[in-house]
């Protein structure tokens, strides 16, 4: 992994330094592809990470929030097992495995063996989490928030 990361730091720091010599690229942007190619990159093997597995174990936090994991999860194929997050309870609890703080280890181990020894149940809870997160990809919200200036446009 670490070969990959510093090859990638050399390949991006070549196409943006080609770009700063023959295309009068000014620094601020030379520096901002390096920083968004190589997060960019973070990201992407962050995904596949989380995609390789069947369960990750998270949690909604002390605020009780629905934090952008709770939509990528889902996103990468891969079920959630953690606790409801306070808002859009329903849904979520169509495709979370619910384990919280007030479970025993056996409790919560016993719960993640059942859903891995049932691979139906398993892949039910991964489509419907597939399908919900749906709505949230950046398009939908760049669709919503156009929908919304419109709307406040057509007020003004």
């Given at each position: 992994?670490?070969?990959?990361l510093?090859?990638?730091k050399?390949l991006?720091?070549?196409?943006a330094?080609?770009?700063?010599i023959?295309?009068?690229?000014d620094p601020?942007?030379?520096?901002?592809?390096?920083?968004?190619?190589?997060?960019?990159q973070?990201a992407i093997?962050?995904?596949?990470?989380?995609?390789?597995s069947k369960?990750?174990?998270?949690?909604s936090?002390?605020p009780?929030s629905?934090f952008?994991?709770?939509?990528?999860?889902p996103?990468?194929?891969?079920i959630?097992?953690?606790?409801?997050?306070?808002?859009d309870?329903?849904n979520?609890k169509?495709?979370?495995i619910?384990?919280?703080?007030?479970?025993?280890?056996?409790?919560i181990?016993n719960?993640?063996c059942?859903?891995?020894?049932?691979?139906?149940?398993?892949?039910?809870?991964k489509?419907?989490?597939?399908?919900?997160?749906?709505?949230?990809?950046?398009?939908?919200?760049a669709?919503?928030?156009?929908k919304?200036?419109?709307?406040?446009?057509?007020k003004?």
């Amino acid at each position: 992994a670490q070969e990959k990361l510093v090859s990638r730091k050399l390949l991006v720091f070549l196409t943006a330094t080609s770009l700063f010599i023959w295309s009068g690229l000014d620094p601020d942007t030379w520096g901002m592809i390096a920083m968004c190619y190589i997060g960019g990159q973070a990201a992407i093997d962050f995904a596949k990470v989380i995609n390789s597995s069947k369960i990750c174990i998270t949690d909604s936090g002390a605020p009780n929030s629905r934090f952008g994991k709770y939509i990528e999860i889902p996103m990468c194929g891969t079920i959630i097992a953690g606790d409801i997050p306070g808002e859009d309870q329903e849904n979520f609890k169509k495709f979370i495995i619910e384990i919280n703080m007030k479970m025993s280890d056996e409790e919560i181990i016993n719960k993640l063996c059942y859903y891995l020894d049932n691979s139906e149940k398993l892949h039910t809870l991964k489509e419907i989490g597939l399908e919900w997160s749906k709505k949230y990809t950046q398009e939908k919200y760049a669709e919503r928030f156009i929908k919304a200036t419109n709307k406040f446009l057509k007020k003004v």
